[in-house]
């Protein structure tokens, strides 16, 4: 069982950049991404990245002011947001997926962390 730990959310002003990160257990996975949830809205795609091949994707309106990268000696991904905006308010939830292709899909992901608050606000 893969257990993912995100850090790096918090309080911050408009136009200010945030690092979130998740360092996964283990790895037995080939795919990690970031999903948000917002309050009253559904959870959706944020990034993504194939940890074999490097490739990412990305939700359209947010690629340019968000970044996914990885660290493969720590099992760990990044989100770097810069550009942050009062409608990137939402808990982030990192999440890995064994295999597969759409990346976009929640249902794809076997593993979820538990969430973290990112709050853009001044």
């Known amino acids: 069982q893969v257990q993912l730990v995100e850090s790096g959310g918090g309080l911050v002003q408009p136009g200010n950049s945030l690092r979130l990160s998740c360092a996964a257990s283990?790895?037995?996975?080939?795919?990690m991404g970031w999903f948000r949830q917002a309050p009253g809205k559904e959870r959706e795609f944020v990034a993504a990245?194939?940890?074999?091949?490097?490739?990412?994707y990305y939700t359209s309106s947010m690629r340019g002011r968000f970044t996914i990268s990885r660290d493969n000696a720590k099992n760990t991904v990044y989100l770097q947001m810069n550009s942050l905006k009062p409608e990137d308010t939402a808990v982030y939830y990192c999440?890995?997926?064994?295999?597969?292709?759409?990346?976009?899909?929640?249902?794809?992901?076997?593993?979820w962390g538990q969430g973290i608050q990112v709050t853009v606000s001044s």
């Open positions: 283990e790895r037995t996975f080939t795919i």
């Open positions: 999440a890995a997926a064994r295999g597969g292709v759409y990346v976009y899909t929640s249902a794809l992901y076997n593993y």
């Open positions: 990245c194939d940890w074999k091949s490097g490739n990412t």
